[in-house]
């Protein structure tokens, strides 16, 4: 798990190929221990979500499958993504209909994710105290509220520096 900051907003210039190996041992590990299947096509898509962190749309990540010679059909990759989904290797930005990996531990979890609306630099928190309030807020409802993904818009330090 990565402990290193806060807010990780991570960009181009780190050493992103350490993110995708440990992400990708992560979910070997977690897959192992789970007895899921993280077959050659799942993991490949996990991969490709991987590549950066930025979110992916689904149709991006379909062209990249076929890049490589064998050709995959639109429901493969969904079900790839389903199963990622499921095991809480990557999350959904709803309002971008795409996806990208999460750096946090995998299975079930609450997250925030702070989406910077101009590089599209996605950082991903699990704050106790946002957790704390949705439950309490849904409590004065009668509403039991489930571990969910919350999406926060924002801009990045940096590009609230660069206009
Ligand atoms: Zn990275
Ligand atoms: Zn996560
Ligand atoms: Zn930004």
Redesign the pocket.
Known sequence: MNTESDATFRHRDHDHSACVSEALEDADRYCAQRGLRLTRIRRRVLEIIWQGHEPVKAYDILDQLNQSGRRSAPPTVYRALDFLLEA?LV?RIDSLNAFVG???APGE?S?QLLVCSGCETVA?I?DPAIRGILDQIGARHGFAVEPQTVEIKGLCERCRGDS
Do not use: M, N
């Open positions: 809480g999350h999460c750096p946090l979890h997250a991903e699990d």
